[in-house]
């Protein structure tokens, strides 16, 4: 009688402890799923100012939440309005860009760069195959906008005659300056 | 006289519709990221010092006065995402992304996202954090990965420079042309900075690629 009872207690034992085993290696092979977390697009950009100077402000808060690859069909028009309106009298450019090719580069707005060569915005021989920190990207664009076909056109607006940063970058890793 | 008035009212209107946002690079560049931890003010990509490797720079709101530099912060809800085409078509082969937590900004990547466009989540697993250097610190606090990726982030100068001011007038029809010399209006601020070096063989490029930068922010 009493042996039984011993066998019976040690049978609940083992299945308690058992189920508590149980119990704790489920929990561990199977947790609540954690859900996977997104995020969506607020600011995006390619070369610069292409959102500020080109894009109604009707349309920017749209061209940044746009992917490059549906931008052209979206954004061409309204690019060619603001390129003739600020400059009316565009033909081609330094490029050689027609106002319609000029806006089809520029309407995908991606930066295009180089694996195997110099890189630089535009530098009289490389055309859009990076963008260094010095690069007086400005400039370059103001020539391409208002320069004409061999960038003398307008001189008054081909330069702003801010040419440089305001602090020296360092010559290694991460580049930029420290701050002010 | 009350024509002539119309006729600048008019030129005006047009003027700020096409540049009422024209603020510079892409600082502040459209209403809903103004002021905000996502607003991007440039990207840069370009040789390193060993130019086997490509450089990658995000930086972010911008105009930060020093005065103000301090309390600038990441934020741990906006993700920074370097998207790079290496087959032409502009969609985002690779990317690179940069989340902060913790004092610490987590990198991954260069790796093929499980989704392109506008929604993405985190990919792969981290392949290197870096401190946050801090405002005023001797030197930027820089971390390099056993693949050879470099990272950096933190503030910094800006290293936009652009006579903004005086381009507002020209817009505005005050004034026709630039001064000489002109007037930088980024000289003195300051933006929050990502830099990421790469090996160039971890890109897959076959010699081109096109790179465009993301911010992203947490769905809640």
């Avoid at chain 2, 892409?26 to 060993?50: C, E, M, R, W």
């Avoid at chain 2, 989540?121 to 250097?133: H, Y």
Wanted: proline share 6%; aromatic share 8%; glycine share 8%.
């Amino acid at each position: 009688m009493e042996k039984h009872y011993t066998v019976k207690f040690i049978a609940v034992s083992v299945l308690l402890t058992l189920g508590v085993i149980g119990c704790s290696k489920n929990n561990n092979h199977n947790p609540s799923p954690t859900p996977t977390i997104y995020y969506d697009q607020a600011d995006q950009v390619g070369r610069p100012a292409i959102n500020t100077v080109f894009i109604p402000a009707s349309g920017k808060d749209s061209f940044n939440t746009t992917s490059p690859s549906q931008m052209p069909s979206i954004f061409t028009n309204d690019m060619k309005t603001s390129l003739m309106s600020l400059n009316p009298g565009y033909t081609t450019n330094l490029l050689g860009l027609t106002a319609d090719q000029f806006i089809s580069v520029l309407s995908t707005d991606v930066l295009n760069a180089s694996t195997t060569g110099v890189t630089s915005f535009y530098n009289g021989t490389q055309v859009l195959t990076g963008r260094t920190l010095s690069d007086d990207v400005i400039d370059v664009e103001l020539t391409l906008l208002f320069g004409g076909p061999d960038g003398s056109a307008n001189p008054g607006l081909t330069s702003d005659h801010v040419n440089g940063n305001d602090k020296t970058f360092l010559t290694s890793f991460p580049y930029e300056a420290s701050p002010w | 006289m009350k024509q002539k008035k119309l006729a600048l009212i008019v030129l005006v209107a047009v003027a700020t519709s096409i540049g009422g946002f024209l603020l510079a690079s892409d600082h502040i560049d459209a209403p809903a990221v103004k002021n905000q931890t996502t607003d991007i003010t440039d990207l840069y990509v370009f040789n390193g010092s060993d130019t086997n490797n490509l450089v990658f720079v995000a930086n972010t709101q911008g105009l930060l006065a020093p005065s103000a530099t301090a309390a600038a912060a990441f934020d741990p809800n906006t993700l920074i995402q370097f998207n790079i085409d290496n087959n032409g078509d502009n969609v985002e082969d690779l990317v690179i992304q940069a989340i902060y937590a913790d004092g610490k900004m987590n990198f991954y990547g260069p790796v093929k996202p499980s989704t392109t466009g506008i929604r993405s989540k985190l990919e792969g697993d981290i392949i290197g954090s870096v401190a946050v250097t801090a405002y005023g610190a001797g030197s930027p606090v820089t971390y390099t990965t056993g693949s050879g990726i470099m990272v950096f982030a933190g503030p910094r100068d800006d290293p936009f420079f652009f006579d903004l001011d005086q381009y507002h007038a020209i817009i505005a029809g005050k004034a026709t042309g630039f001064n000489n010399p002109g007037k930088d209006a980024f000289a003195g601020t300051n933006v929050m900075s990502v830099v990421v070096e790469v090996p160039k063989k971890l890109l897959n490029s076959t010699g081109k690629i096109n790179v465009w930068l993301t911010t992203k922010k947490k769905e809640s």
